[in-house]
């Protein structure tokens, strides 16, 4: 579904990612995993269309999006959902979600795409008229990610699902992108808290210093010794 081939990202004439290339299948959740600073998110905003490429080619569906403006980018089926959860603090729920419907006018596909997000986060439905600043982290969570949701995307990337959570709603998060994975969406997902985006994964790349390091199913890069050392402390 997502090829990224030997790109590299820069920040001003700063090069952060260095021929960096990794696939995504459909059907699939695919983890990029390493430290703070790494370039992980990075990599996100080039597939999302929010940094371009300065080398190296970004596909999709077959399709070269690599110079594919960001706006565009959603219509062919990609979500972002990006670090820090970027919501409308003083709108209420159900107007955030409904801001990442802007593709259609159609009320009833509206309708439907939230209940299948109520469907997901009932807690949403309950809060769906309260102002997103007075959720808690984990309920800002879910509302970013429903937002996601609402452009009835292929591809859904996930930036830090876990950041700012409480840990006892991290398990339940990881619970969701199962469960979005199993509805037929396929999943990108950065994160820092290693283990658990492992133990949800089918396969994974370890990001250090802008490059690939690592590769493999999610169990085999979990048990490898340089995770084992490095994020694990074992």
Known sequence: M????KIQLKYGNIPVIHDVTFRV???EIVALVGGNGNGKSSILRG?????????GTVSFEGRDITKTQAFDIVSLGISLVPEGR????SLSVYKNLRLGAYLTDDGKEIEKRMDYVYSIFPTLKERKDQRA???SGGEQQ????GRGLMSQPKLLLLDEPSWGIAPKLVDKIFEVIREIRNNG??????????????EACDRAYVIQTGRV?????????????LIQKAFLGL
């Open 2 to 5: 997502l090829n990224v081939e």
């Open 25 to 27: 299948e459909k059907g």
């Open 47 to 55: 597939v999302a269309g929010l940094l371009t490429p300065s080398l």
């Open 86 to 89: 970027r919501l409308f603090p």
């Open 133 to 135: 600043s007075t959720l």
């Open 142 to 145: 879910m509302v970013a990610i």
């Open 185 to 198: 969406v396929t999943i990108l997902l950065v994160e820092q808290d290693v283990q658990e985006a492992l």
């Open 213 to 225: 390091v690592m590769e493999g199913t999610g169990r085999d890069v979990l048990n490898s010794e």
